[in-house]
């Protein structure tokens, strides 16, 4: 069995991923606090936004495209932090693999 000298690319490659992925999240969590935001609250001073929001409505093929985009992203934000270690397991047992 040939001995293979400790590289950087294995940290190297680490830290990559762990930006990658950190930025994903990043991108998820700050599109959905934008999108938080530009909700109206229930709890709202304002009676006609009160009844607008409490009013209902048929959904259109719009609002459903809307409504998954908004569940995709939001589950990448959730889970994709999760996923972090089975990544960087992956990718650590990548080279021994190719190697063999």
């Not at 209902?56 to 093929?61: D, E, F, I, Y």
Request: hydrophobic share 55%; no cysteine.
């Amino acid at each position: 069995m040939a001995w293979f000298p400790p590289s950087n690319r294995s940290y190297r490659d680490q830290i990559a991923i762990v930006a990658s992925l950190a930025g994903v999240t990043a991108l998820a969590w700050v599109y959905l606090l934008v999108l938080a935001e530009s909700m109206p609250t229930m709890g709202s001073e304002d009676p006609h936004l009160t009844d607008s929001v409490m009013g209902l409505r048929s959904w259109t093929m719009v609002d459903g495209v809307f409504m998954f985009l908004m569940w995709a992203i939001m589950m990448v934000g959730m889970m994709l932090p999760s996923a972090v270690p089975m990544t960087l397991l992956y990718a650590g047992m990548l080279p021994k693999a190719e190697r063999q």
